[in-house]
């Protein structure tokens, strides 16, 4: 294949890709709340998931279209508004205001990647003000992943029984995936204390 084929399927890709974020925004008609975990209205899908909404960051960052950083700003501020006292970020959170911070146990990778996900915007767009607007949200949930989850032996976290992503699967103790993000906030939260 020639450039200019190879260059037009991965526009013609992109393009599909930035719609398809595009539709998991959240409109007026559900208060702007930043992204659905699916453009399908079913089940419970219609709501803000704190570790889609992560996943989602990562590729409308990259996108550098405004529509998603906008989505990504909302998304964050509505975490922020959920956020329980002792720093903990909701699992989920529908427009009408209904929230999850877990069944079985609290949801501990939802506040891990609101964290890295904070800073990471933040780094990338500093005009948006996150680290301005939500360095005390930031704050409270590094503290309370210290606070709670954290084996002060260890420095690893420890993950109750449906903790993260893998809930159906019941996991619990030492979890890789969750030490990875843990690893990941540590240094995206130092690199911050550190300016």
Excluded at 18 to 41: M, P, Q, R, T, Y
Excluded at 53 to 80: E, H, N, V
Excluded at 82 to 97: K, L, T
Aim: glycine share 6%.
């Amino acid at each position: 294949m020639g450039d200019k084929m190879e260059n037009k399927i991965f526009q013609e890709a992109y393009n599909k890709s930035v719609n398809l974020l595009k539709s998991l925004l959240a409109g007026a008609e559900h208060e702007n709340i930043g992204f659905f975990a699916s453009a399908v209205d079913k089940d419970n899908y219609k709501r803000l998931f704190a570790r889609d909404a992560f996943w989602i960051f990562m590729a409308s960052i990259l996108s550098q279209d405004r529509t998603l950083i906008k989505g990504c700003r909302d998304s964050i501020r509505t975490l922020a508004r959920y956020q329980r006292e002792d720093g903990a970020i909701p699992s989920n959170v529908s427009f009408d205001g209904k929230i999850s911070y877990g069944i079985i146990n609290p949801r501990v990778d939802s506040t891990v990647l609101y964290v890295i996900g904070c800073i990471r915007f933040a780094r990338r767009y500093p005009e948006e003000r996150i680290l301005e607007d939500f360095l005390g949200s930031i704050k409270k949930a590094f503290t309370y992943l210290e606070n709670i989850w954290e084996n002060k032996k260890y420095e690893l976290l420890f993950i109750p029984r449906a903790g993260n992503w893998a809930d159906e699967y019941l996991q619990q103790g030492i979890v890789l995936y969750d030490e990875v993000l843990w690893y990941m906030a540590v240094k995206e939260y130092s690199n911050v204390l550190k300016k």
